[in-house]
């Protein structure tokens, strides 16, 4: 079984910065996407950050040149640096992960999700 298991999160004071970590267990064949989503009280999730097998990033507006994502080689795990906080970036953030692994004898893609980690910046 394909589990991500999230790490940091907490309460920071606005201007403050917090490091989320993700890593991957269980039998996979190959994590083709990694990244992180958030959803505040009200509203949608949202895409935050992914990172794609080859080392391409995609970065959203409303966090780019503050948030930085980043897998470690050879490992299956993910890294989110959260610079320069905001209260609007307080939110539930989760793990993503498109993860091929080996089903009825042919390799298929999977979407997992991670448990998700509360991130509160208080103004």
């Known amino acids: 079984q394909v589990q991500l298991v999230e790490s940091g999160g907490g309460l920071v004071q606005a201007g403050g910065s917090l490091e989320l970590s993700c890593a991957v267990s269980?039998?996979?064949?190959?994590?083709?996407?990694l990244g992180w989503h958030r959803q505040a009280p009200g509203k949608e999730r949202e895409l935050v950050a992914v990172?794609?097998?080859?080392?391409?990033?995609h970065i959203a507006d409303a966090v780019k040149g503050r948030f930085t994502i980043s897998r470690k080689n050879g490992k299956n795990t993910v890294s989110l640096q959260m610079n320069n906080l905001r209260p609007e970036d307080t939110a539930v953030y989760y793990c993503?992960?498109?993860?091929?692994?080996?089903?009825?004898?042919?390799?298929?893609?999977?979407?997992?999700w991670g448990q998700g980690t509360q991130v509160t910046v208080s103004s």
């Open positions: 990172t794609f097998t080859g080392g391409s990033t």
């Open positions: 993503n992960g498109q993860i091929s692994r080996w089903s009825n004898g042919d390799i298929q893609e999977y979407d997992y």
């Open positions: 269980g039998s996979i064949y190959a994590v083709n996407a």
